[in-house]
């Protein structure tokens, strides 16, 4: 299929950190346990955090799709036809909102999905060429940081990297930075950059968006550990560690953790690491930060990433923003 190609850029006999997983034992070593975000999209994960979305309580996809809806066409002609570049496209469910409106500009449209799960992206990426005959994919398997830094040349002379569903938020502010510089970097001037951001609002609202009453949640966090023990022979019991999450509001940010309900030992054989716990020791498995938009935009026009207009729902939970490099 000439419209589909999708290079992995994960190397098994590279020590990269996507696949050795010496950023596990760094994570699973320091005084407040902790494991990067990316191992919870395995297959099975980004199966789950799909299912999240549709949650009743976990109101950032439904909003932000609106927003996409109500603003896309202003984008689309704002930035003119581009390459659409996206980090972490999971389903892509809506990119196809992006697509709409760029295909009303009546160009083909070239996609680059960039995702760590290389099912969830061969997935929707078939099933989007099924319903836009006019596009073209070219996929990306690996961190963000890997295929920013390895992006194939473009066919068109502008290109628009999008981050939406808040994932910033997932990462601390240092590493936000290093994100927006890698953005930066692989843009020319003239490019553009569309981030989506969930905002700061009450604990009453945040705190079920990460503990819904299905426990689709939970059962997201609990896969990490089935994750680490697939990939790096691990012997994680899910039914030892609690789902444990709540809205830190110094931070502005929702915590999330794994907490052992005992003293216990696990191994991960393939990392040769044997990792003690004791009764009510945490693991931190998320931090999802909420964001304050003016800060967040002066912060981008420090990175170069010039904002040009933000778009909001009319409560103001959510935020699209687009820069210009
Ligand atoms: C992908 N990311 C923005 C989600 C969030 O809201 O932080 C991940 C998630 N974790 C639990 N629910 C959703």
């Given at each position: 299929?000439?419209?589909?190609?999708?290079?992995?850029?994960?190397?098994?006999?590279?020590?990269?950190?996507?696949?050795?997983?010496?950023?596990?034992?760094?994570?699973?070593?320091?005084?407040?346990?902790?494991?990067?975000?990316?191992?919870?999209?395995?297959?099975?994960?980004?199966?789950?955090?799909?299912?999240?979305?549709?949650?009743?309580?976990?109101?950032?996809?439904?909003?932000e799709a609106q927003i996409l809806r109500d603003n896309g066409s202003a984008i689309a002609q704002t930035t003119?036809?581009?390459?659409?570049?996206?980090?972490?496209?999971?389903?892509?469910?809506?990119?196809?909102?992006?697509?709409?409106?760029?295909?009303?500009?009546?160009?083909?449209?070239?996609?680059?999905?960039?995702?760590?799960?290389?099912?969830?992206?061969?997935?929707?990426?078939?099933?989007?060429?099924?319903?836009?005959?006019?596009?073209?994919?070219?996929?990306?398997?690996?961190?963000?940081?890997?295929?920013?830094?390895?992006?194939?040349?473009?066919?068109?002379?502008?290109?628009?990297?999008?981050?939406?569903?808040?994932?910033?938020?997932?990462?601390?502010?240092?590493?936000?930075?290093?994100?927006?510089?890698?953005?930066?970097?692989?843009?020319?001037?003239?490019?553009?950059?569309?981030?989506?951001?969930?905002?700061?609002?009450?604990?009453?609202?945040?705190?079920?968006?990460?503990?819904?009453?299905?426990?689709?949640?939970?059962?997201?966090?609990?896969?990490?550990?089935?994750?680490?023990?697939?990939?790096?022979?691990?012997n994680f019991k899910r039914q030892n560690f609690q789902h444990w999450t709540f809205y830190n509001t110094e931070?502005?940010?929702?915590?999330?953790?794994?907490?052992?309900?005992?003293?216990?030992?696990?191994?991960?054989?393939?990392?040769?690491?044997?990792?003690?716990?004791?009764?009510?020791?945490?693991?931190?498995?998320?931090?999802?930060?909420?964001?304050?938009?003016?800060?967040?935009?002066?912060?981008?026009?420090?990175?170069?990433?010039?904002?040009?207009?933000?778009?909001?729902?009319?409560?103001?939970?959510?935020?699209?923003?687009?820069?210009?490099?």
């Amino acid at each position: 299929n000439k419209r589909l190609n999708i290079q992995d850029l994960r190397d098994p006999d590279r020590s990269n950190l996507t696949n050795d997983g010496s950023d596990v034992i760094i994570g699973l070593t320091q005084e407040q346990k902790t494991i990067p975000c990316h191992y919870l999209y395995d297959d099975r994960g980004s199966e789950i955090f799909e299912q999240i979305c549709e949650l009743p309580e976990y109101y950032p996809t439904r909003t932000e799709a609106q927003i996409l809806r109500d603003n896309g066409s202003a984008i689309a002609q704002t930035t003119g036809n581009c390459e659409l570049i996206e980090l972490g496209s999971g389903s892509s469910t809506k990119t196809r909102l992006l697509f709409d409106a760029y295909q009303s500009l009546g160009h083909a449209l070239y996609y680059i999905p960039i995702d760590v799960s290389a099912g969830m992206l061969e997935l929707s990426a078939k099933q989007l060429l099924n319903d836009y005959p006019h596009l073209t994919i070219n996929g990306l398997v690996g961190t963000y940081e890997q295929a920013l830094q390895q992006l194939p040349p473009s066919p068109l002379s502008k290109r628009m990297v999008f981050f939406l569903g808040s994932s910033l938020g997932n990462f601390a502010p240092k590493q936000c930075q290093e994100i927006f510089q890698e953005v930066k970097k692989a843009l020319n001037p003239g490019d553009y950059f569309l981030l989506g951001l969930d905002l700061q609002k009450s604990k009453a609202i945040l705190e079920p968006a990460y503990n819904d009453r299905q426990g689709v949640t939970a059962e997201f966090n609990y896969n990490l550990l089935d994750h680490l023990n697939r990939r790096f022979q691990g012997n994680f019991k899910r039914q030892n560690f609690q789902h444990w999450t709540f809205y830190n509001t110094e931070l502005g940010q929702i915590e999330t953790y794994l907490r052992s309900t005992q003293p216990q030992t696990v191994q991960l054989k393939a990392l040769d690491l044997t990792v003690e716990f004791e009764e009510g020791e945490t693991i931190r498995t998320e931090i999802s930060r909420k964001f304050q938009r003016q800060e967040m935009e002066q912060q981008l026009d420090q990175e170069g990433l010039k904002p040009l207009k933000t778009w909001t729902d009319a409560e103001d939970w959510f935020a699209l923003l687009l820069c210009e490099v």
